[in-house]
């Protein structure tokens, strides 16, 4: 495979899912996440890989995450084991209190019960003040730990091919960076410190029962195993359960994200009680599974009670018949029912929080799966950066016999041939789905060709960097986009260290500065939403202004004026001419009279160029280019 940002081994694998390809691109299938509603209240859309077992490594990935902080993990561990080792020492005390005033001892030594109690109020004192102290800790660890994960996660997703988001909903993206590394930190905060605090008692408990008495000790050999047994049966039945329950949130989450962005459109077609209904089955598919997960979750805490009841009852019937024996008194009784509660208590607590580690596990393995995907190749070795060296970007474009699909079954690109000189204007046409926006991919490298070579200043693009490749195009996409923040910073966006004059500059040349001069704050006002708060004509003007500000030597205009009228698109084009001059152009149109005067026009349908030449020469032709042209005028 070639060292491009989706090569052809990738798109197969993802083939297999059933879903390869940017949503809603002309040339390339639907993929994306479909919607599938049905009795399971909606499926993902696309099967991902097959899950491994969690338990082991997800485990250990939050462990590494643990160990970048060290020095308040090992303070969290001695806050832990002071915590409990003081707590451990009172029910001992506890025995040797009632000791002194056992039946058959005489008089009874109330200083001696003083004593033992004062101890053991200092020793639960002690005890409090460290657990606060472990809590403190731990809170500041999740805190760390999350704040690194979501940084993880955000740098991840800067450095993922545009395949990825081409087959994955926004929301599910999303949904992993906030809810699923929240619920990750809730489990640090909180089931963390409990599992901590389970291991030191238990072993603590089981220590001190030791030393009391061997022989009562062995009824936990009977109920111990049956709580382990019954825990390991039950948290297996619901594993899947709660992996279920994070990918139906996730797949609700990206379904209200759709539906949002899409309120417009929605609202003009009358669907809001269809989209209700839509919500309704995977708002329900998400209830269900939350409620499955919990529901069999919250079996565990129960039959671990019970069986911890049953062998507090062992131990208080075999224990009254050592006393009867003589073979223990009645303070060493009282201390062995209480380890046995500090013993059989964690474990029962344990137990209860078996569902939320469930949960933070399938989320730390939703989590740990987008971070173990594959980013975008690095570039090949030896390749070199476009225009280095002091050499400028000239913009001469060759594709030689290029073959391009997104589904190996379904090529889109049919050996495609061409050669653009520096500076020419090459205006692509063509029915939707006819593989414009594909031939774009193709050359800004978002994907690899499957056959043939593309080429920029005679280098072939798989040996150039894809960073300088890229900076030798500005882009201006029928889809807007602009970010919060004032309209001087999103202009600026593409260009660094540009000043007000620069920008202004840029904004005159696409017909925007005036509009920008009779807002409140002119160039400091701040766009919100992407920029609702203008009309999306003028959302256009401002990205084309961006790219205007560019030193991009080639230019990439895709429907780049759809959103402007006639007019304004007219005065557009003079200024785009004017300014880009000696640059090389690649546009994609509809609107066919923006385009006549061309350098080169293709004619795309199914893949291939059908025709090419002027506008002049192909009216003249009167073939596939003359029907698009005569039928806009129809």
Known sequence: MKAGSIGREDRRDMAKTGSVGPTGREGEPGGGMTETDGKNGGGLGKKEAPRKRYSKGTILKLGRYLLYYKGLLAAALLCTLGSNLFALIGPRLTGYAIGAIEPGRGAVDFGTVWYYAAWMAA?????????????????????????????????????????YFDIHQTGDIISRISYDIDTVNASLSNDMVQLLTTVITVV???????????????????TVPLSVCMTKFITGKTRPLFRERSARLGEMNGFV????????????????EYTIGRFDVKNRAAVDAYYRAEYYGSVVGPCVNFVNNLSLSLISVFGALLYLAGSMSIGDISSFVLYSRKFSGPINEAANIMSELQ????AAERVFR????????????????????????????????????????????????????PGQLIAIVGPTGAGKTTLINLLMRFYDADRGEISVDGREISGLTRESLRKAYAMVLQDTWLFYGSIYENLAYGKEGA??????????????????????????????????????GQKQLLTIARAMLLDARMLILDEATSNVDTRTEQQIQRAMRALMEGKTCFV???????????????????????????????????????????????
């Not at 002119?522 to 009309?535: A, H, K, Q, R």
């Not at 002027?614 to 129809?634: S, V």
Request: aromatic share 8%; proline share 3%.
């Open 123 to 163: 020793f639960y004192v002690m005890s409090s003040a460290m657990s606060y102290g472990l809590q403190v800790l731990m809170l500041t660890i999740s805190r760390k730990v999350v704040y690194r994960m979501r940084q993880d996660v955000f740098e991840k997703l800067m450095t993922l091919p545009v395949g």
């Open 204 to 222: 603590g408990a089981l220590g001190m029962m030791f030393t009391i008495s061997p022989r009562l000790l062995l009824v936990f050999a009977f």
């Open 257 to 272: 994200e759709e539906m949002i962005s899409g309120q417009k459109t929605l609202k003009a077609y009358g669907r809001e």
């Open 359 to 362: 949960s933070a596990l399938a």
């Open 370 to 421: 987008l971070l173990e995907e594959d980013p975008e190749p690095v570039d090949a070795p030896g390749a070199v950066t476009l225009g280095g060296r002091g050499g400028a970007v000239r913009g001469a474009v060759e594709l030689s016999h290029v073959e391009f699909g997104y589904v190996p079954e379904k090529v889109i690109l049919h050996d495609f041939s061409l050669r653009v000189k």
């Open 499 to 536: 000043v007000r004059e620069d920008v202004e500059r840029a904004a005159r040349a696409a017909h925007i500065h005036s509009f920008i001069k009779r807002l409140p704050q002119g160039y400091d006002t701040v766009l919100t939403d992407e920029g609702t708060n203008i009309s999306k």
């Open 588 to 634: 994609i149109a509809h609107r066919l009279s923006t385009i006549q005067n061309a350098d080169l026009i293709l004619v795309v349908n199914g893949g291939e160029v059908v025709e090419r030449g002027t506008h002049r020469e192909l009216m003249e032709k009167g073939g596939t280019y003359r029907q698009l042209y005569e039928a806009q005028f129809e």
